[in-house]
Nanobody, 127 residues
Framework: VQLQASGGGLVQPGGSLRLSCAAS????????IGWFRQAPGKEREGVSC????????YYADSVKGRFTISRDNAKNTVYLQMNSLKPEDTAVYYC?????????????????????WGQGTQVTVSS
């Protein structure tokens, strides 16, 4: 099982990036996929989630209306489209996968259960 996150970079405030999480060794369609981020000196934060169990999605309040998670089953890839980026979105972003439980279950459980993680991609929002 491997996850490869990519698509990070340097962008000005108000700009957009699309992160990709490509999976190998398993089928994303049968799992929950989460995007997380960790900024320097801060705890890791759950940003977004999509689950095959009920097609549920989750967005942290801080990104609602700006970020969109989507899945391309043919490419075995999950995307995170990030629009209207803010300096506070600066962080290393990780994708992870877990059993196909609803995203709400993972949120209530503190995101425990995401067992496989990608290597992270840096997103920097700065003028």
């Amino acid at each position: 099982v491997q996850l490869q996150a990519s698509g990070g970079g340097l962008v000005q405030p108000g700009g957009s990036l699309r992160l990709s999480c490509a999976a190998s060794g398993f089928t994303l369609d049968y799992n929950a996929i989460g995007w997380f981020r960790q900024a320097p000196g801060k705890e890791r934060e759950g940003v977004s989630c999509v689950s095959s169990s009920d097609d549920s999605t989750y967005y942290a309040d801080s990104v609602k209306g700006r970020f969109t998670i989507s899945r391309d089953n043919a490419k075995n890839t999950v995307y995170l489209q990030m629009n209207s980026l803010k300096p506070e979105d600066t962080a290393v972003y990780y994708c992870a996968t877990g059993a196909p439980l609803p995203c709400a279950v993972y949120e209530l459980g503190g995101w425990v259960g995401f067992d496989y993680w990608g290597q992270g991609t840096q997103v920097t929002v700065s003028s």
